[in-house]
């Protein structure tokens, strides 16, 4: 069975960093691409990136509103993506979900974990 | 970027009857490699997005065949044949043509 199961969010202060984890089972995971998809309280869905396998390059996309401050990346040996914000802003306020695709993109979601950016 | 919009931005429905929502996107999502990725998600209050239909028209496994998708090159439509109970909550169109990846606004489908 293919578990995505995120972690590592919280509350904290605007400019401040944290590091997301995508914590993956039930699947190889070298083999996938994976993307970060948020949703703020009460609000629709907004992509944020995307990593490709190893085997595409293992390069990374963004929207336009986390380019230059979030960084993705991908630990195979571990199974586990993660995401990494610099300068939270109180509008990235969000759950956080970790997703997978399969015959194209976002298959699988996980629970999310909810990050509150506030002073 | 690629602009989703979907409409009805609140559907009530009828348990038994049919239902339907309209996606449209500001350019075609015909990929260069041939394909159309549309995707269709349903979200349940509290739960996490479940994808329902991928590449405009392809059911995900467990998905009842009363939801069914189709549509090309701007204009696409999800629908329900007959709403059941369980068909309650907001759908989103999203298109993974172009970089970056956008989703259409959502439609709430609530019971009349």
């Known amino acids: 069975e293919v578990q995505l199961v995120e972690s590592g969010g919280g509350l904290v202060q605007p400019g401040r960093s944290l590091r997301l984890s995508c914590t993956t089972s039930?699947?190889?995971?070298?083999?996938?691409?994976l993307s970060w998809v948020r949703q703020a309280p009460g609000k629709g869905l907004d992509w944020v990136g995307y990593?490709?396998?190893?085997?595409?390059?293992?390069?990374?996309e963004y929207a336009a509103s986390v380019k230059g401050r979030f960084t993705i990346s991908r630990d195979d040996s571990k199974s586990i993506a993660y995401l990494q914000m610099n300068s939270l802003k109180t509008e990235d306020t969000a759950v956080y979900y970790c997703?997978?695709?399969?015959?194209?993109?976002?298959?699988?979601w996980g629970q999310g974990t909810l990050v509150t950016v506030s002073s | 970027d690629v602009m989703m919009t979907q409409s009805p931005l609140s559907l009530p429905v009828t348990l038994g009857q049919p239902a339907s929502i309209s996606c449209r996107s500001s350019?075609?999502?015909?990929?260069?490699?041939?394909?159309?990725?549309l995707n269709w998600f349903q979200q349940r209050p509290g739960q996490s997005p479940r994808r329902l239909i991928y590449?405009?028209?392809n059911r995900d496994s467990g998905v009842p065949d009363r939801f069914s998708g189709s549509g090309s090159g701007t204009d696409f439509t999800l629908k329900i044949s007959r709403v059941e109970a369980e068909d309650f909550g907001v759908y989103y169109c999203?298109?993974?043509?172009?970089?970056?990846?956008?989703f259409g606004p959502g439609t709430k489908v609530d019971f009349k």
């Open positions: 990593i490709r396998s190893k085997a595409y390059g293992g390069t990374a």
């Open positions: 999203m298109q993974g043509s172009h970089w970056p990846v956008t």
């Open positions: 350019q075609s999502l015909v990929h260069s490699d041939g394909n159309t990725y």
């Open positions: 997703t997978r695709d399969d015959a194209s993109m976002l298959k699988y």
């Open positions: 039930g699947f190889t995971f070298g083999d996938y691409a």
């Open positions: 590449k405009v028209s």
